[in-house]
């Protein structure tokens, strides 16, 4: 309770004040009476300002102290939920084969790297050839006859041509007067028909023959269809012989059947002889994992369950499988899970043998309400609980859990959606002590 009494008078403004604070709970109290303040009249209105402010930020001050401390909350929430074990195991390829030499040499280059899926037909790497060079001096030749027929065509064939096509067109000259005068003689009936008939027929003889020199020449000309031909021809002799050329020296090894390359045992200068193992490859994208597992664990595996598979050093290749077959019936008393991989891409750790890290899911829950486990207090006891807040006071609340994913933990009973928890950790929360919680 708070009074306040002003008085104003002349150049002077006499300020009386009764204040008195008393708060039940505490059984406690402020009194403030008769303080009298003279004031200038110039300083009068500010001085009441700077009072009445002073008096909100004690009301405040009180305000807060009758309600209590306040904390961030954390909320329970409608999410899916993944339950994972993580484990160590250690990898077995399933149905590996080996590539082996079948000639004498020196590797030249490897194509292909360890843990990559090959296809049938792919090459592996090259192995340096000496046989080629037959090969070679057989492309030389033909580029040698490609350039002399084209020379001739170019040269010879075309001058031959065109001296043809001359004779053919004196030829016709010659037929045509022989033609004409035979005619005339006939008419005058000075030859006979017969003689006629000859100087027809050899107009048509010369005539044809030009027409053959015409085509002919026509042909051979710059940008005729045997000079075409030729230039063609000589061409492909140019550039098969370059391929040969380029090739000459290396013979490519090539994957006989799809598979993933487990292991390579050659580079690039070995030396290989016939029959020698050079490479191992798995033909199936399957693997299989020897792992510890508890009896619990066992319990909840099956197959079609999502597993994750990573090793040292390969953080950014988290490689996705399904579990395709369980085997628990191993003497050693490990356990034996075979994997199909789901991921598009391969990883470079998949080698025999090879230790990795496993993170095998083994339950989901969607749209299920669930809380952090910061949150929850005596979580593995038979009555795990929590602190709430009602009508402003800390309250404790029994709940029953569900399942249990990294952080985060089910909540089957005692909580509502969006309702907030008291933290666990960090302020001491007393059942029954005025507290309020906030949303983050």
Sequence with gaps: MAKIQIVMSGSHASVKIWIKFYCKQYNAGVLIRDNEIKLKSILGRWSVLLIIGVLALSAYWLTQFWLGPQVVGLTVAKEELVQTVVTNGKLALLQPIDVISQYNGKVATVSVKQGQYVKAGQTLYLLENKDDRGSIQKARAAIAQAEAKFKKISESTHAGSEQSLRIANAAVDKAKKQYARYTELTAKGLVSY?????????????????????????????????????????????????????????????????????????????????????????????????????????????????????????????????????????????????????????????????????EIELNRRTDTLSLSMSAIRNVDSPEPWVMVSDNGRAQRRVIKLGMRAKSRVEVLEGLRENELVFPATGLEVLEGKRIRLARS
Excluded at 219 to 224: E, F, M
Excluded at 325 to 350: H, M, N, R, Y
């Design 194 to 358: 017969e003689q006629s008939s000859d100087a027809i027929r050899n107009l048509a003889i010369a005539q044809s023959q030009l027409a053959n020199a015409q085509f002919q020449a026509k042909a051979n000309r710059a940008k005729g269809s045997e000079y075409a031909l030729a230039e063609i021809a000589l061409s492909k002799a140019r550039a098969f012989e370059k391929n040969v050329r380029e090739k000459s020296g290396t013979r490519p090894i090539v994957a006989e059947q799809d598979g993933m390359l487990i292991a390579s045992h050659i580079f690039a200068g070995s030396k290989v002889k016939i029959g020698k193992k050079l490479m191992e490859l798995s033909l199936t994208d399957k693997v299989q994992l020897a792992l510890q597992l508890d009896d619990q664990v066992k319990s909840e595996l099956k197959p079609g369950q999502h597993v994750w598979l990573v090793a040292e050093g390969h953080a950014d290749q988290r490689l996705s499988a399904e579990i395709s077959v369980l085997d628990f019936s191993a003497a050693s008393g490990q356990s034996k899970i075979e994997l199909t991989f789901t991921g598009k891409k391969p990883a470079d750790f998949l080698q025999q043998d090879k230790l990795v890290s496993v």
